[in-house]
């Protein structure tokens, strides 16, 4: 992935150490959302490293969002903090400030057009602001066959569907599930606008992850007794 910003390093995620002081928690969505972003328009900032303690200060979620795309470098920028208080500031700042900031919905809604004037293709939802809040935003209704309808939870044997949805209780979940089948990369372009994209069912994501398993299980016993 192309990157844009200052950095001092580029670095194996794996190698990297998150803070476990730190308080801030991440949700699956923001993590999706935050790998859609860097993966449409490459790394905008680093994440940031003491040189005190070796450990991160800013960008534990950006590190989340590395992982779920199987980046093998990302961008890494050392600084150095006189002590551990100040470096506990500026985790704990990093993510208040912003927290403190007010939105103003006029101002909001003349940026999304400026946004849609310049490029009416351009997926809205890399701002970090769904489909559903711009509608309300923009007082817009969506019509009942634009919605697509959710499949229901049930698989029947010798079914055909164009599709299947696999929801995993959580993102480690879903990590773990891409581990599995050898996933490196994800496609994020398929959002709440695609419409009539065929018939599907929704499975229980441990259902995938017990298969794999079972299989790489098998796999690793057929190489040892070949």
């Keep these: 992935m192309t990157v844009h910003c200052s950095h001092t390093a580029l670095v194996n995620p794996t190698k990297l150490r998150p803070n476990p002081e730190n308080p801030n928690r991440h949700s699956a969505h923001q993590i999706q959302i935050l790998a859609a972003v860097i993966q449409e328009q490459g790394w905008r900032a680093p994440i940031t490293v003491s040189k005190r303690s070796g450990l991160i200060v800013r960008g534990h979620g950006r590190l989340e969002a590395a992982m779920l795309m199987g980046c093998d470098v990302v961008p890494v920028d050392e600084q150095d903090y006189k002590s551990e208080a100040e470096e506990l500031a500026d985790l704990l700042a990093d993510n208040r400030l912003s927290e403190l900031a007010e939105l103003d919905e ?20 890399l701002t970090g602001f769904m489909e559903n809040e711009i509608a309300k935003l923009f007082d817009e209704e969506e019509s009942a066959e634009d ?4 499949p229901r939870m049930e698989c029947q044997a010798f079914e055909h569907h164009d599709y299947l949805v696999f929801m995993f209780h959580d993102l480690r979940d879903w990590m773990l ?30 259902r995938l992850i017990d298969l794999a398993q079972r299989a790489n299980e098998n796999a690793d016993k057929s190489q040892i007794a070949g």
């Design 106 to 125: 006029d101002d909001l809604r003349r940026v999304i057009e400026r946004l849609r004037g310049a490029d009416p293709e351009f997926d809205v939802e």
């Design 147 to 150: 919605l697509e309808t959710i």
């Design 177 to 206: 599930a891409l581990q599995l089948i050898g996933v490196r990369e994800v496609d994020y372009s398929i959002t709440r606008k695609t419409k009539k994209i065929g018939v599907g069912r929704v499975l229980n994501g441990k």
